[in-house]
């Protein structure tokens, strides 16, 4: 029986990672997390709370730009920006995510 113990904690082993791939993981996924923000610039999608015709979207405004050590840096700040039907700005919302360009 020892001979064969090896043999068989790697075929349960193999088992079980092939039972954990098999379930759907979409679901584990963090941009399907309750809460989460996907982070692409141009995602749209209706807002809760509004009204049915106002669409927000994910996109990053120039905050200022700095010279570091004879560098140049621009900080970008993300925004949530809501649109009513006709494409009109109705607010912008800062996000925490920031976003530094430097150049040489």
């Known amino acids: 029986m020892k001979k064969y113990f090896p043999f068989l904690m790697l075929l349960f082993i193999f088992l079980f990672a092939g039972y954990l791939d098999s379930h759907d993981s979409t679901s ?3 941009s399907n997390l309750p809460g989460s923000v996907d982070t ?11 009204s049915p015709s ?3 979207e994910l996109g990053m405004i120039l905050e200022g ?16 920006v809501y649109k ?21």
Do not use: F, M
């Open 54 to 56: 106002t669409t927000w």
């Open 28 to 30: 584990l996924e963090p």
């Open 65 to 80: 730009t700095k010279i570091v050590d004879g560098t140049k840096v621009e900080t970008y700040r993300e925004y949530e």
């Open 84 to 104: 009513d039907e006709n494409g009109n700005i109705v607010k912008r919302v800062p996000t925490s995510n920031y976003n530094y360009l430097r150049y040489e």
């Open 40 to 50: 692409d610039d141009t995602e749209t999608s209706s807002s809760e709370g509004n």
